[in-house]
C-alpha cells in the first residue's frame, strides 16, 4: 500500500504564493505518476497537476504559467510551486498517486488526506 502526506496548506492573500509538499511510503515503486487535484466547496474534485518519474509534467489549463509541480525522487516527494494565487484557487488539495488518464479524464489510485488552500481577496 502507498501512504500520502500532505502539507504546506495555509491562508494566503490573493497574488501570494505557496508550496506544497507530499511525502510518499509504503510501496513506493508504485507511486508514480503522482499530482495534485483539488476540490472546492460545492464543487466536484478536479484534476490540477501530475508529474512521471522522468519528470514530464501535465497541468490544467486554469493554473498553467502560475503553479509548478516538481519532484525529489530520493525522498518520495512531490510538491505543487502555486504562484500568483487567485481566489478560484481556494480548494482542499489532495495529493494522488498512480494516476492514469482515461477518457480524457485523470484519475488516481492512492490519496492523501488533503490540505487546506484559502486564497483571501
Known amino acids: 500500500q502507498v501512504q500520502l502526506v500532505e502539507s504546506g496548506g495555509g491562508l494566503v492573500q490573493a497574488g501570494g504564493s505557496l508550496r506544497l509538499s507530499c511525502a510518499a511510503s509504503?510501496?513506493?515503486?508504485?507511486?508514480?505518476?503522482m499530482g495534485w487535484f483539488r476540490q472546492a466547496p460545492g464543487k466536484e474534485r478536479e484534476f490540477v497537476a501530475t508529474i512521471s518519474w522522468s519528470g514530464t509534467t501535465y497541468y490544467t489549463d486554469s493554473v498553467k504559467g502560475r503553479f509548478t509541480i516538481s519532484r525529489d525522487n530520493a525522498k518520495n516527494t512531490i510538491y505543487l510551486q502555486m504562484n500568483s494565487l487567485e481566489t478560484e484557487d481556494t480548494a482542499v488539495y489532495y495529493c494522488a498517486a498512480s494516476i492514469t488518464k482515461r477518457g480524457g479524464s485523470y484519475y488516481g489510485d492512492y490519496w492523501g488526506q488533503g490540505t487546506q488552500v484559502t486564497v483571501s481577496s
Open positions: 509504503g510501496r513506493t515503486a508504485i507511486t508514480y505518476p
